[in-house]
């Protein structure tokens, strides 16, 4: 199996512009988590989804975070507009939740720049 | 509510022994786990053990886990200057499927 695929690996944006990060999770998987990781906070979790359904998006920042999962496959975190405070490395992670142990898979993340 | 705790800094020599604590407040964990992060990496699942274990090895690996007091720790027996990462510590409290992270804590090996 692949892992976990991200993309893109690095992305550098200016203040204001839309970023798209984009995220496909290991086949057979029914759970899809974002998380966001930077020196100050650590790593946060900004919204998980069970079946393609949005079950928490507590930690998403604010109304200019969005994400979707048309399908079993894909997933995406938008930013618009982006802010230099968005800077970080966002991880997508998957995991086959209610048959084993629950353990969560890892992209490679994708290491955002805002300038 | 859940909290996941770690000290944030541990530093060996090569060849020693490093023993890194963690602990956490939601008795209802059936797992938890311990995850490696690289530089520039994800975050990869070292181990994990079941919540009715005591103990479990794993090679140069060694996790204990004491229910009553809520504290699990990671030994590494002969720690290598490729063991430098940060490890975090991860429970799986109420069953939904999210893990809670502890803040990660970073192994400085020495040669």
């Known amino acids: 199996d692949a892992g976990v695929i991200q993309s893109p690996r690095h992305e550098v944006t200016e203040m204001g512009q839309e970023v798209t990060l984009r995220c496909k999770p290991i086949?057979?998987?029914?759970?899809l988590f974002w998380y966001r990781q930077t020196m100050m906070r650590g790593l946060e979790l900004l919204i998980y989804?069970?079946?393609?359904?949005?079950?928490?998006d507590s930690g998403m920042p604010e109304d200019r975070f969005s994400a979707k999962m048309p399908n079993a496959s894909f997933s995406t975190l938008k930013i618009q507009p982006s802010e230099p405070r968005d800077s970080a490395v966002y991880f997508c992670a998957s995991s086959l939740v209610g048959v084993s142990t629950d353990t969560q898979y890892f992209g490679p993340g994708t290491r955002l720049t805002v300038l | 509510g859940e909290d996941v705790e770690q000290s944030l800094f541990l530093s060996v020599r090569e060849g020693d022994s490093s023993v890194i604590n963690c602990t956490y407040t939601d008795s209802s964990s059936t797992y938890l786990y311990w995850y490696k992060q690289e530089p520039g990496a994800g975050l990869q699942l070292l181990t994990y053990?079941?919540?009715?274990?005591d103990m479990k090895q794993d090679q140069r690996l060694t996790v204990l886990l004491n229910k009553k007091d809520k504290h699990l720790s990671l030994r590494i027996a002969d720690t290598q200057t490729g063991d430098s990462a940060i490890y975090f510590c991860?429970?799986?409290?109420?069953?939904?499927?999210?893990?809670?992270f502890g803040q990660g804590t970073t192994l400085q090996v020495k040669p």
């Open positions: 053990i079941f919540s009715n274990m």
């Open positions: 991860a429970e799986n409290g109420g069953n939904t499927g999210k893990l809670i």
């Open positions: 989804f069970n079946n393609n359904v949005p079950i928490d």
């Open positions: 086949s057979g998987h029914n759970s």
